[in-house]
């Protein structure tokens, strides 16, 4: 069955960096565009960025470009989001998704101190 399992959040400072991972199973990974998304407490779910099935074209929301990069490794099945300098306002639950059919991993917590 398809799995989406994110790793590596946890606790952050400004200045520093954080990489999140998302391991893919149950599906042909390099067939598929991916995301990743966002829900800070008490807000909507919002796309962060996005990457296409071979990693030719990303796309980022306008609040994390130039902070934020997508990529992925379709050796292994992974995608990884790179987080520099985060903020506290970037503390928020993030997702990874499949973007067609669309499936949702589980989420891993990233709280950046102030």
């Known amino acids: 069955q398809v799995q989406l399992v994110e790793s590596g959040g946890g606790s952050g400072q400004p200045g520093g960096s954080l990489r999140l991972s998302c391991a893919a199973s149950?599906?042909?990974?390099?067939?598929?565009?991916m995301s990743w998304y966002r829900q800070a407490p008490g807000k909507e779910r919002e796309l962060v960025a996005g990457?296409?099935?071979?990693?030719?074209?990303?796309n980022y929301a306008d609040s994390v470009k130039g902070r934020v990069t997508i990529s992925r490794d379709n050796a292994k099945n992974t995608v990884y989001l790179q987080m520099n300098n985060p903020k506290p306002e970037n503390t928020a639950v993030y997702y990874c998704?499949?973007?067609?059919?669309?499936?949702w991993g589980q989420g891993t917590q990233v709280a950046v101190s102030s």
């Open positions: 149950g599906f042909t990974f390099s067939n598929h565009a």
């Open positions: 990457i296409t099935s071979r990693g030719e074209r990303t």
């Open positions: 998704r499949r973007v067609f059919p669309g499936y």
